[in-house]
Each structure stands twice: as structure tokens, then as C-alpha cells.
């Protein structure tokens, strides 16, 4: 078809042309000046939903690598709090060996247990270290104190049970404030040690005190029965200071006498306690204390013996002598001489006692072994120093060096955790460098989505400005024809 | 004689086409112009020879094709335009950067997970409550943008409206004036000018189609309804109906909304009615997501004082004695429980206890009753707001952890030895544990005395030793969580207590439904607000799901939200929802825009078009008036030699 061109068609023409060529320039100014591809989302639609999404990654990873930040100071701050701990340990240690050797001089010892004491204060310093105010081996109640003394000088723990967590990536999170109880209170119970000479020993069942204790083993009453040979009775008794003085235990039989009335009237003759040293009675003895060979202790009445009554004839004269025992402050029970037998103590602790060997009145002392905690540990090393029982050089020195164990293992504890956290912390150094992996490509996604290809731009406005000149130019030169420049 | 009026003819006849050539070079550039051409043809007044020459009409250069489809490209061209001024203001407010909503969400979840790097710490509390408040801004103020938007389109439609009325009552008018002269066989070309004009101007607000009926006049048809029968214009009016619905009607019948399809009319309808529309309920469905989701898992935590001893509820219903389920609650509970613990302050004693919610059957003030009956608990409806409110006894607490009660339940245990419970459950369904003993005797000396651990279904979940080897009071191994003790003593066969574990503390949805302990007030995106009372005691945030300063437990639930597909039938996260959003409007912008470009492109085209049969070419014209003017010269010379000719004759006279 043949158009005819028009003023207004050439006008018209000329506008929307240079209209465009201007809003083109007008696209290429804004990214060139905004650097970005994208400045609005009709720019790129689907580049602007992906530059969102790629946009929160990128934010994510940076809270990922604050956290990791941050729980790397944690656990830096913890690492090297435990080094601290496992220091006091090491010296403790030396202590402890210094002590062993120099048992017979109490002042030198003494100077030693106000070391260990100081260092049992810096453990308690230790475990209670805040960082940013939040207690390190609290567990996840970082605003308790977890370590307190109480008034009797022992350290409870009263921190959370579940460590504190914390979030690393999408999937993972690392503890970072450790259960304060698992780091400086961890136990393996093993079999209790009891020392003195009562005959108790640990029963069949399973201890749940903790640390040392005493066991009190009390005479309560004693009896006696016919003799074993001819059924005859002796005509002994307990003597008036039998209740209170006797510290013979056992079941009948456990324990006999040998009674051998030289007289023959019952006026006088010899006795011994379980094949002891034989003690000369007379019808008027009403308290005579016979010693057995383990230095059990018997008071007699002789006063009515059966005249001529002879062990050699008549066997011997069984005793039955009943007993309590009671644990560290706890309820005394009656001692019923069998495999296991269960004594709380004050705080409701339990130790099983085998009582069935029992046979003297005493005070024992029982170790509870493998459940000294860190505090415990020093706590006794410094009291074993001081020897407040009052032990003979040898028995101390035996004493420190039993200490020696319960340092090494709360120290290895300690160490574990040292050991935990460092594994924490490389794998956090791993976890790091893939965020920070991750995160380099994702910038470059959004800067490849939305950043502006200077260059191409460069280009692209040249070529644009190029186009302009032309389309003006191509307009004046229209418009300057008329067919009026050729008729006059 | 004819031969002067023959020359009188001709020199006429040029004179009129020299004033026709003038009019057309004068309006070269008048819009809406039509070039005029003159119809000549020969007179033959009853004279076989012919009487001269003589101009029949005065035709405009138009063609009928053309013009019709320049009104509806015009039509197309304008309602995409108006889409695009609109939704071009919407985009900017949308399009994602550091302040976006977007930004703004991922930010408020970093806040939280780095939160949880120090759930105590209050500065951090006040970040993650800043953020979030931010956020709620944020969505209130799109969504009052979009409002705005709105109000801007119906303003725009008012003007439309006075523009539609105004011209179709023109068109009427010059309907009735053109149909005089028609009558009077006249050709008015300059009302016929006009009238095209206005129907131009008028497809540019509504689509257009005229039927040409008799005398020249011409009805005019606008979305489907006629705006100009003959003489008579039919008034448009513009409404919003009660659901935010705006149409236009005729004046005399409001019922029936047309159909408009093209103009700026439909541009202001479909951006204000569709677009409009979809973003706020795409806002509102992000904002509901992630009230829903965090309210939730908020509702169910513990700040950092630990149980409420007061908590009242920001959402309230319509009526407190109706069933909540044909309440209006944005977030309608359903049948289900809710755990509710209550703790001894001086003790610690907690126990815990669950009330039934099912909400076809409860008012709010049953809620409140069934909560009340919860010992040392009260809940009463205000009656002023018609919300929940829950005060416990004095020297009591409550919360909604569902943590484990403080002692063992259902204890049916014959020997001496005393159980005890503690731990954080960590499975995921809500159950009772039972505990029973298996051979009696003496706990931590009897060997081969064992505890059993089942689950509801009675399935074995773990079997310990507590006989001998066992410490009496230490703590077994956890069972997803939970550590049960024995005390020492004698424990007897079938000795048995239980504790109910609970993973879901309000299967209900109640407390996100009635706003109870929530994060978030308001249930909208133009109602989106942080709960007031945590702005000022940011501790009452909810970390935790034991109450610990270290236990982020509750913030790490919070942050796997960020990656919950809960939007869009559970397909998308916020982040994918918002981007599709996003992407949406900028597709929808880019493709009015390269629509505008190709209507526009068309509109050219065809503009030039009409303009080669309608237009003016001043060249064209100039050689026109020559040759004119050489015709005045001709017919001016034969008058001349006419009158010569006349002269001789007249001289033979004399």
C-alpha cells in the first residue's frame, strides 16, 4: 500500500522515537549509576525472587558465622578455664607427692594443707567463671551460680542439668555452656574402702554416698549361753560395766570364752576371751574385763560360776554380744551380723555394710572410691595433710598417696572435657569455612543476578547514544523538506 | 448564454478548493482533523452541453476500518497504562532490599537464632523484639500503601466517571446538531470532527463501539451497555460495594455491573479489584503464616522470670457465649488439649493438667470455666474486649510449657523406696510413660531388680537395672529426655508410677486462637503488632521451654520456622512466599509493559495509517493549490475571453 506521509505521522514518528531512545538511555543511566541489574522487580522477575532467597541465605550464614563466633569465644574461654582447673590439679598433685614423703613433720605439712586449701579455693573461683555474666558449667541456667559452699563447707552443685546449645546452622548446634556437674563431679563408683579393725566390710549392694565417711560401729548388750560340750551353765554374766564398756561384737558362738574354775567351789579360777591371755576372777569380781586377742573387750560378773565348771570338760561358754552400727550422722541399726546390711547416713545416703565378720566396737572409715568430686579431692588431701585423725607417719604417708588416684581421675575428667570442647572448636573452624564457602557463592549469585555488567552497559550506552544522534539527526533533516524551498 | 456562468462556475469552484486546500494546511496538525476533499462534477442544467462545473459535497479522508480499530487499541492501550502507573507505585514499595519485608523477616530470624547464642541477654531480646516490630511496621505500612493505592484509583475512577458523563452528553449534543444539518443535507464536517474526537477521548476511558444509525448520528456502546441512544445519554455511576468490590453501573440501574474491558476504567477496576486485592491477601496470608507460627511456639515457652502469675489475651471474639467455632477468630482453634502447668513459687511443686477444647462445643466463657477448674487457677472473659484472661492463686504460677510435673503421677508403689522424675522430654508425640518395677527387693542390692519404662501403647522404651550396681537416687538413662530416680528402699514387683510427657502443649491452637502469652497482637497485616507488654519487659520473651537463662530450646523451635513450608498450602517458605509475590507483580509489570510497548507500537501503526487517508501532507496540498490556482488562472482567462468574446458582439451593436 502506498501511505501517504503526513506532517503528523512525521511528527508523531520523530516523539515516540526519541521518546524511546530516551527512556532506553533513562534504564541504562539508572543501572549505571545504581550498579544494579535489578532495581525494580519487573526488571527481572524471576531473578528478583531468586535474589530474595539467595538474599536470606546470605543473612543466615551471617548469623551462622556469629554464632560460630561466638561459640568459638565460649568454648575458648571454657578450654582455657579448664587448663586453669587441670593446673591446680597438676600442683595438687605435686603437693600431694611432697606430702607423702615428708609424713613425719606436721608443720611442713600443715604449710602444705593451706596450699592445697588456697588451690581448693581457686578450683571453686574456677568453676565458677562467668563469661559476658554467664556462668560457663552451669548448663543451660547460665544465670545460677553453679558451685556453692555450703555451711558445711562442702560444694553442691546447683546449675542446670542440660547443657546450653546453640545454633551453628541450619541442622547443627554445639553445646557451649557445659553441666557444671558432668565436668567437676563426675564419678565412676567402685568398691568402698573401709579401714579400721571392726570387721566391717562393703556389702553386696551398691553405696550412693559420696566422698568419705565414717561408720560407727557400737556395742549394745552382751549375753551368754550354756556351754557348747555339756549344756552346763557357767554362772558368768555381764559385768556392771558391760553396756558401756564392752566392745566385743557378735553373733552367738562368734565370740567364746575359756572359764576354768581352779577352785572348785566357784571362788576363783581363770578366764580368757577367744583364746586370749587368761585373766585370774574370784567370786568377788562384779566388772572384770577380759581381752580377747584382737583387743575386743568384755566385762564379766563371776560372781555365781558354777562350781567346777571347766571349759576343757565342758566347751566353751558361747557370747552373744548385739551391736548398732550408724553412718556419718545417721540412724543407728542393730546389727544383724549378715552379708548386707544398709545404713543411711544424715542426707539419706546409703552404704551397704557386710556385717557378718563384725566382731569389735569402733569407728570405721569409709571411702567411697571413684566418687570424690574435683572439690572433694583437694578438700581431703587438705584434711588428710592436716591429720586431724591423728594417724601414724606411715599410715598418713599411705593415706596421701591414696589421694593421688582421686586427683589423677578428677583431673582426667577435667581433661575430657578439654578435650570435647577442642573437638567442638575444630569442628566449628570446619563449619566455618564451608559458611563462609557457602556465603562467597551466594554473594556472587546475587551480584551476578542483580549487579550491573558495567562494561555492557558501557557499551550498550554508546550504542544508545549513537541511535539517539541518528533519530535526531533523521528528524531535523525531514523536517528542513518542503516543497516550498523549491516553488518561489 | 452559459459560457459566463460556466467560467463563473469554474472560477468559483477553485476559489472553494483554494479555501478547502487553506482549511486542510491550516489544521495540518489539529488532532482529529480529517483532510476535505471537494466532489466536483460537471452541471448539466437541462443543458445537453453542460452548465460548468460545480462541488457536490466536501468529503472528510477517513476510513471507517481504521478509525475503529485506532478507538479500541486506544482502549487496550489506556487500561494498561493505568494498570501500570498503579501497580508501578505498589512494585516500588515491594521490591526487595535491606528495609523490605523480606529483609525484614530474614532479619527478624537471624535476630532469633543469634539470640539463642545468649538467650539472657536483654539487649538481644530488644533486637529481636526491635526487629520484629520493624517488621510489623513494615507490613502495616504496605498495606496501607496499597490502601492508598486504592484510594488513589477510586479518586481516579470519580474522574473517569465526570469524564464518560461529560462526553457521552457532548456526543449526544452534536448527535442532535449534526442531525439537523443532515437533515437540512448539509455536511458538517467539523461536528463530524468533534464527535470523533470525543469518541476518541472517550475509548480512552472505556471501551468503545459506535453503531451508525440514522441522520448521521451515532450510537455510542461502552462495556456493554449504551451511553448514547440517538439524542439521549445514559449516565454512568461508580461503586464499591460492601466487599471492597468497585464497579461502575448505569444511574438507573445500580444492580447490574458492566463489563468494562478496555479504557482506563478497566485499568483502575482490574488493578483495584484483582491486583490489589491479591497483594493484600498475599500480605495478610504472610503476616497470618508467621503469626500463626511463631504465636504458637511462643505461647508454649517460658521468658526468662519464668511462669506467668497473669497473662490476658490480645485476640478477642465476637461474642463470649457463642462456640468459638462460628466465632470470627483469625486463627480458629480445633479440638484438642491444652497442658496447663501450675507451680508452688515457694516449693517449686508443679503439677500439670490437661483441659479439653473443643470448639464446637465451648464458648469463651466455657474456655474460661474449664480453665478456672485447674486448681489455683482462675480465668475470666472481659467483657469489654472479649478476651481471656488468667490470673493464678496468689503464691502460684502458671505456664503453658508442658513441662514434666515435679512428681510422678498414679504412684502405685508398695515398697519403701520413693520414685522420682525430672529431665525435658525431647520426643515429639504427646504420652504417658509408665514406670514399673520387674522382680522385688532391695533397690541397689538385689540383683536382677529392674525398672521398665513403657509408653502409652505399652511398647518397652528401656529396662534398667536399679538392683545391685545400680547407686540408689542416681539418675537412670534418659528415655527421650526423661530421668527417673529410685531412692533407696525395697521396691516390690509391679510397683508402678507414670508421668505424662507432653511434645505439643496446646493441641488445640488455643492460645495463638485468644492471643494468650503470644508474641504478635493483631492477626493482620494491617493489624500486625508486637505483643505491648514484651516491647517494655523484653525478659518475658519466651527462649526457653524450662524458664533457664541458657535454654534457647524455644528460640531453636522459632528459628526452624524460617524453613517451614507453612505458606501456600504448605509449599512455600516466608522467604519463597514473598519472592513469588515479588515475582508476580514484577511479571505482571513486565508484561503490561511490553503490552504497553506493543499497543503502543500498534497504535503507531495504525495511527499512521489513518493518518495517510485522514491526514494532511502540506506538500501535497501545496501542489493542490497550484494546481487550483492554475484553474482560477484558466477559468479567469476563458471569463476574459468570454467577456472578449461579448465585446466584439457588443462593438458590431454600437
Request: hydrophobic fraction near 40%; charge should be negative; aromatic fraction near 4%.
Amino acid at each position: 500500500m502506498d501511505l501517504r506521509l503526513t506532517l503528523q505521522t512525521t511528527v508523531n514518528r520523530a516523539l515516540s522515537s526519541t521518546r524511546l531512545q530516551t527512556d532506553a538511555l533513562g534504564k541504562l543511566q539508572e543501572q549505571a549509576s545504581s550498579g544494579k541489574r535489578i532495581n525494580l522487580p519487573e526488571d527481572d522477575p524471576l531473578g528478583s525472587a531468586a535474589v530474595i532467597n539467595a538474599r536470606a541465605q546470605d543473612t543466615r550464614l551471617d548469623s551462622d558465622l556469629s554464632n560460630i563466633q561466638t561459640a568459638r569465644t565460649t568454648l575458648d574461654v571454657g578450654v582455657s578455664t579448664l587448663q586453669s582447673a587441670n593446673q591446680i590439679f597438676i600442683k595438687a598433685r605435686e603437693l600431694a607427692i611432697e606430702g607423702s614423703s615428708s609424713a613425719n613433720d606436721q608443720t611442713a605439712l600443715n604449710a602444705l594443707a593451706t596450699e592445697v586449701d588456697a588451690l581448693y579455693k581457686q578450683l571453686v573461683e574456677v568453676a565458677n567463671t562467668q563469661h559476658n555474666g554467664q556462668y560457663l558449667f552451669a548448663g543451660a541456667r547460665t544465670n545460677t551460680v553453679p558451685f556453692a559452699t555450703n555451711a558445711a563447707g562442702t560444694v553442691t552443685y546447683q546449675g542446670g542439668d542440660a547443657r546450653a546449645e546453640l545454633p551453628v546452622s541450619t541442622s547443627q548446634t554445639v553445646s557451649s555452656f557445659y553441666v557444671g556437674s558432668e565436668v567437676f563431679q563426675a564419678r565412676q563408683r567402685g568398691t568402698s574402702v573401709y579401714t579400721g579393725s571392726t570387721g566391717a566390710a562393703p556389702g553386696s549392694g551398691t553405696d550412693s554416698t559420696t566422698g568419705q565417711g565414717t561408720l560407727v560401729i557400737a556395742h549394745t548388750a552382751t549375753t551368754f549361753g550354756v556351754s557348747q560340750t555339756t549344756s552346763k551353765n557357767s554362772g558368768v554374766a555381764a559385768g556392771t560395766g558391760s553396756a558401756a564398756g564392752d566392745t566385743v561384737l557378735g553373733p552367738a558362738g562368734a565370740n567364746v570364752l575359756s572359764l576354768v574354775d581352779t577352785s572348785g567351789t566357784g571362788a576363783g579360777g581363770t578366764v580368757s576371751l577367744n583364746g586370749g591371755p587368761a585373766v585370774a576372777f574370784t567370786s568377788a569380781d562384779a566388772n572384770l574385763k577380759v581381752t580377747g586377742p584382737g583387743g575386743e573387750i568384755v566385762y564379766l560378773n563371776t560372781q555365781n560360776i558354777a562350781a567346777g565348771f571347766d571349759s576343757g570338760v565342758d566347751g566353751k561358754v558361747p557370747l552373744t554380744a548385739t551391736g548398732t552400727a550408724a553412718a556419718s550422722g545417721g540412724a543407728a541399726v542393730a546389727l544383724n551380723f549378715t552379708g548386707n546390711q544398709t545404713v543411711t547416713d544424715a542426707n539419706g545416703g546409703v552404704t551397704n555394710v557386710d556385717t557378718s565378720n563384725v566382731r569389735r566396737a569402733g569407728t570405721t572409715s569409709v571411702s567411697y572410691t571413684g566418687t570424690y568430686d574435683a572439690f572433694q579431692a583437694l578438700a581431703a588431701l587438705r584434711d588428710d595433710l592436716r591429720n586431724p585423725r591423728g594417724l601414724s607417719g606411715t599410715d598418713q604417708a599411705k593415706t596421701i598417696s591414696a589421694r593421688l588416684g582421686d586427683l589423677d581421675r578428677a583431673r582426667n575428667n577435667i581433661l575430657e572435657v578439654v578435650g570435647e570442647q577442642s573437638a567442638t572448636l575444630q569442628n566449628l573452624d570446619g563449619l566455618e569455612s564451608h559458611a563462609q564457602d557457602v556465603q562467597l557463592s551466594t554473594k556472587k549469585l546475587i551480584t551476578d543476578k542483580e549487579s550491573a555488567d558495567v562494561a555492557d552497559i558501557v557499551v550498550k550506552l554508546q550504542s544508545q547514544q549513537n541511535q539517539f544522534r541518528l533519530t535526531l539527526a533523521t528528524s531535523a533533516k525531514l523536517f528542513d523538506q518542503s516543497l516550498l524551498d523549491f516553488i518561489k | 448564454m452559459s459560457a459566463l456562468s460556466i467560467g463563473l462556475s469554474a472560477v468559483l469552484t477553485s476559489q472553494r478548493q483554494i479555501d478547502i486546500t487553506g482549511q486542510n494546511i491550516a489544521n495540518a496538525s489539529t488532532p482529529g482533523y480529517h483532510r476535505q476533499t471537494a466532489t466536483l462534477a460537471a452541471r448539466n442544467f437541462d443543458n445537453p452541453l453542460g452548465a460548468g462545473v460545480g462541488i457536490t459535497d466536501v468529503t472528510r479522508g477517513r476510513s471507517e476500518l481504521l478509525e475503529t480499530a485506532l478507538v479500541r487499541n486506544n482502549s487496550e492501550t489506556q487500561s494498561v497504562t493505568t494498570q501500570l502507573d498503579a501497580l508501578r507505585q505498589v512494585e516500588v514499595f515491594l521490591a526487595p532490599g535491606d528495609g523490605s519485608i523480606d529483609g525484614l523477616v530474614s532479619k527478624f530470624f537471624n535476630g532469633i537464632q543469634q539470640l539463642a547464642s545468649a538467650p539472657g541477654d536483654v539487649a538481644q531480646r530488644r533486637v529481636v523484639l526491635g526487629t520484629a516490630s520493624a517488621l510489623a511496621d513494615k507490613l502495616n505500612a504496605a498495606t496501607d500503601e496499597i490502601r492508598k493505592v486504592g484510594e488513589d484509583l477510586d479518586a481516579q475512577a470519580g474522574n473517569i466517571l465526570t469524564n464518560i458523563n461529560t462526553y457521552t452528553k457532548q456526543i449526544a449534543d452534536l448527535n442532535g446538531q449534526i442531525e439537523k444539518a443532515t437533515v437540512l443535507h448539509q455536511t458538517p464536517n467539523d461536528l463530524l470532527d468533534q464527535r470523533d474526537q470525543l469518541v476518541s477521548k472517550l475509548s480512552e476511558l472505556v471501551d468503545v463501539r459506535t453503531v451508525n444509525v440514522e441522520f448521521g448520528k451515532i450510537n455510542v456502546i461502552a462495556a456493554g451497555t449504551p451511553l448514547v441512544v440517538g439524542t439521549q445519554q445514559l449516565p454512568l455511576q461508580y461503586q464499591v460495594s460492601a466487599t471492597n468490590q468497585a464497579n461502575f453501573v448505569r444511574a438507573d440501574n445500580s444492580t447490574l455491573a458492566l463489563n468494562v474491558t478496555g479504557g482506563q476504567a478497566a485499568g483502575v477496576l482490574q488493578v483495584r479489584n484483582g491486583d490489589l486485592q491479591s497483594l493484600r491477601n498475599s500480605l495478610d496470608a504472610l503476616s497470618k503464616g508467621l503469626v500463626k507460627g511463631v504465636d504458637a511456639l511462643h505461647a508454649t515457652g517460658l521468658g526468662l522470670t519464668g511462669p506467668l502469675t497473669s497473662a490476658a489475651g490480645t485476640r478477642g471474639v465476637s461474642d463470649p457465649t457463642a462456640k468459638l467455632a462460628t466465632t470470627n477468630l483469625a486463627f480458629p482453634p480445633q479440638a484438642g488439649d491444652l497442658y496447663v502447668s501450675v507451680t508452688n513459687t515457694a516449693t517449686g511443686a508443679r503439677t500439670l493438667t490437661k483441659v479439653g477444647i473443643d470448639p464446637a462445643t465451648q464458648s469463651l466463657n466455657d474456655v474460661a470455666t474449664a480453665l478456672s477448674a485447674v486448681p489455683n487457677l482462675t480465668a475470666s472473659v472481659d467483657p469489654a474486649t472479649n478476651t481471656l484472661k488468667v490470673i493464678a492463686a496468689n503464691g502460684y504460677a502458671f505456664d503453658f510449657a508442658g513441662r514434666l510435673p515435679s512428681a510422678p503421677e498414679n504412684v502405685a508403689v508398695t515398697g519403701t523406696s520413693a520414685p522420682k522424675i525430672a529431665g525435658t522430654y525431647t520426643g515429639t508425640t504427646n504420652d504417658a510413660y509408665t514406670f514399673k518395677v520387674v522382680g522385688g527387693g532391695t533397690v541397689g542390692q538385689t540383683p536382677g531388680l529392674t525398672l521398665e519404662v513403657r509408653d502409652g501403647a505399652n511398647n518397652l522404651l528401656g529396662s534398667f537395672n536399679v538392683g545391685q550396681g545400680y547407686e540408689p537416687g542416681s539418675a537412670l538413662p534418659a528415655v527421650k529426655g526423661v530421668v527417673a530416680r529410685l531412692r533407696a528402699g525395697t521396691a516390690n514387683a509391679g510397683d508402678s508410677f507414670q508421668t505424662r510427657v507432653v511434645a505439643n502443649s496446646d493441641t488445640a491452637g488455643i492460645l495463638p486462637a485468644l492471643g494468650l502469652n503470644t508474641f504478635f497482637a493483631g492477626d493482620s497485616a494491617s493489624t500486625l503488632a508486637v505483643r505491648p507488654d514484651l516491647l517494655t519487659h523484653p525478659e518475658l520473651l519466651s527462649a526457653s521451654r524450662t524458664g533457664d537463662s541458657g535454654d534457647a530450646s524455644n528460640l531453636l523451635r522459632l528459628g526452624t520456622l524460617r524453613d517451614q513450608r507453612s505458606l501456600n498450602n504448605g509449599t512455600q517458605t516466608f522467604g519463597e512466599f514473598y519472592g513469588s509475590v515479588v515475582s508476580n507483580i514484577g511479571v505482571r509489570v513486565q508484561t503490561l509493559s511490553s503490552e504497553q510497548d506493543a499497543k503502543t507500537a500498534l497504535g503507531q501503526n495504525l495511527s499512521a495509517q489513518q493518518q495517510a487517508v485522514s491526514g494532511v501532507d502540506p506538500n501535497e496540498e501545496l501542489v493542490k493549490l497550484l494546481q487550483y490556482q492554475r484553474s482560477f488562472q484558466l477559468a479567469s482567462r476563458y471569463v476574459s475571453v468570454v467577456n472578449d468574446t461579448l465585446n466584439s458582439l457588443l462593438q458590431l451593436v454600437h
